[in-house]
């Protein structure tokens, strides 16, 4: 009778039992499952097909790479160098496919080939050198970033057409990146789960002594470990190269972060043996639902990491408790365990749906509301010029009533492309951006075209793409400006170097293309020293104390930015404004400044403020559908210690 009354009672709780497990020993899961519903509680635009569809297309490269580090995790390793390595092998493919005309197979082959070779390298140096993997995959990040600069000369190199339709869609609805992150996962899933290999590297990570003890050959074992990781890192780089239409020296930079949270937000543990390709796949797409999620709701690009980091924190301290709690032997004791979890996962449902309730009536309220909505795309708000964008910007979308939201892409071409996407399907009225790179953006520029969505683009042009209007200065004739300013300053002789742009940004190679024509008018000024200190102001610092090193005699140093000039100055010291004469580029505050104080002798200002005031009234007019211009040239102006005081910024 006890048995028949056991039975009836699983039977009828069978399957609200199973879904209870299933979410109480995937924490992972519990937690994307609640995210979601908030997201589409707090915004009416995230639970769309195109959307989700989005969400999809941003987790591919992440998920892709993730996959390969998982491998590794399990084993108790660490790679740091995924993203490096998805970076060359990209650069690798459209360098040989272009420049050396191989055909686009085998291109793909050494693809494929330099993710091995770097994954082996990795693999030799801890296996045979006794390097702890942190170290080893540490200085491979810098050699295949290193190498990618050099194979690339710092400039994005187109990908052939036939291996950029990875970036497409099949069947006008599947994006190719989601069917290759589908494929990738289910090899990850087969060789984890149903392969020797698969079985050392659960061994290896839960007690490497032991694994050798029983026989287990774990040098060669994490040989093809990491051989695997670079592979996964391959793929993972000509899907987002494919994605963006070109090669990037400077993709994926910081991807290796979001790679190993994904997979440790998914369930692996860091000290080895456990972990798996779904839950990896979960912590994927669970950072691009917070990112596509926040764009959509509007959050300060600042916030947005502070957010980023507390969900990820709190992802992994859930899924730790769980663990803790569902591992005590006791009878007694696992079930309070188990209550203990439903107590948390029970509480995380209350708040969700505290959430919905009063989310849902706010979403509704605001949605009656006919203000005009536009986005702005920053290549980076790590920057006072792009900061004085967004301030004008703002400004003048306050002032007509606009509703504007701004993004900032850390300068990652990828990142913008995901903020793109996310302005597309949200259907804003209007888009505004600054491209980290002009080729990078312009797939993601088509589709808004397709869409309907005016397009303008400020600071910086984008290619391939029709955008309704530019407005920008011209970063060339600034070029020029600055050339013959230093070389009028040093009376047409005397010993320059030059600090350089981010490698691969328009802006960078624009300015320097400016260097080089205004100083071919004064064959007196030689330029001793030309090294990239990456639009910062402490690189600058670093950049031009080393090469004072070489050259202590220069006189004159130009900047492609005010805080490269900056960074510059305070290497000079006391030559600086004296026997050493500095020019910036932006008319950044801190560099208006420091021209009133005589320690620059000039910037070449763009009028950041009035770029992005601009930019929003062209924005608007194009949403109303008159005309606009298809180049609107905001002036540059040098500026001394003469006139700057009169200057408006």
Known sequence: MATDTLKSTTGAGGASGGLRRLLLDNGALTALIV??????????????????????????????????????????????????????????????????????????????ATGIVCGLVNGILISYGKLPPFIATLAMLSVARGLSLVISEGSPIAFPDSVSHLGDTLGGWLPVPVLVMIVMGLIAALV?????????????????????????????????????????????????????????????????????????????????GTGKASGTLIGALILAVLRNGLNLLNVSAFWQQVVIGVVIALAVLFDTLRRKAGATPVSGASQGGRGKQAATYGLAAVVTVAIVGATSFLHNGSSATSSPKMGLSLSTLNNPFFVQI??????????????????????????????????????????????????????????????????????RGVNKA??????????????????????????????????????????????????????????GIQVVAQQPADFDRTKGLDVMSNLLQAHPDVQGVIAANDEMAL????????????????????GTPDGLKAVEGGTLYASVAQQPSQLGKIAVDNALRALKGE????????PVKVVTKENVAGFSG
């Open 466 to 523: 029709p955008v309704d209007a530019l407005v920008a200065s011209d970063n060339v004739a600034g070029g020029e400006l600055s050339a013959k300013t230093i070389a009028d300053k040093l009376g047409g002789k005397g010993k320059i170097v030059i600090l350089q742009g981010q490698a691969g940004t328009s802006a960078a190679r624009e300015r320097a293309q400016g260097f080089a024509n205004g100083l071919k008018a004064f064959p």
């Open 35 to 112: 995210l979601v519903i908030a997201m589409s509680a707090l915004s009416g635009d995230f639970l769309t097909t195109d959307n989700l569809l989005n969400v999809g297309v941003q987790a591919a490269v992440t998920a892709i790479l993730a996959f390969g580090v998982t491998f590794v995790i399990v084993s108790a390793g660490i790679d740091l160098s995924v993203g490096s390595v998805a970076a060359l092998s990209a650069t690798v493919l459209a360098w040989s496919a272009t420049s050396a005309g191989v055909p686009v197979f085998l291109a793909v082959l050494l693809a494929i």
């Open 192 to 272: 984890l789960g149903r392969t020797y290999i698969g079985r050392s590297m659960y061994a290896i990570g839960g007690n490497e002594e032991a694994a050798r003890l029983s026989g287990l050959r774990v040098k060669k074992q994490k040989l093809a470990i990491y051989a695997f990781s670079g592979v996964f890192a391959a793929v993972a780089g000509v899907v987002l190269a494919a994605r963006l239409s070109s090669a990037q020296p400077q993709a994926a930079d910081g991807y290796e972060l979001d790679a190993i949270a994904a997979v440790v937000i998914g369930g692996a543990s860091l000290a080895g």
């Open 567 to 586: 960074g510059a100055i305070k290497a000079l010291g006391s030559k600086a404004g004296k026997s050493v004469s500095v020019v910036g580029f932006d």
């Open 627 to 634: 005309k606009v211009e298809e180049t609107v040239k905001v």
């Open 390 to 459: 967004r301030a004008g910007a703002e400004a003048e979308a306050e002032k007509r009533g606009v509703d504007l939201t701004v993004t900032d892409a850390q300068n990652d071409a990828s990142q913008q492309a995901n903020q793109l996407q996310n302005f597309t399907s949200s259907g804003l009225g209007a888009i505004i951006v600054n491209p980290v790179d002009s080729d990078a953006a312009s797939n993601s520029v088509k589709a808004a075209d397709k869409a309907k969505i005016p397009v303008i683009a400020v600071d």
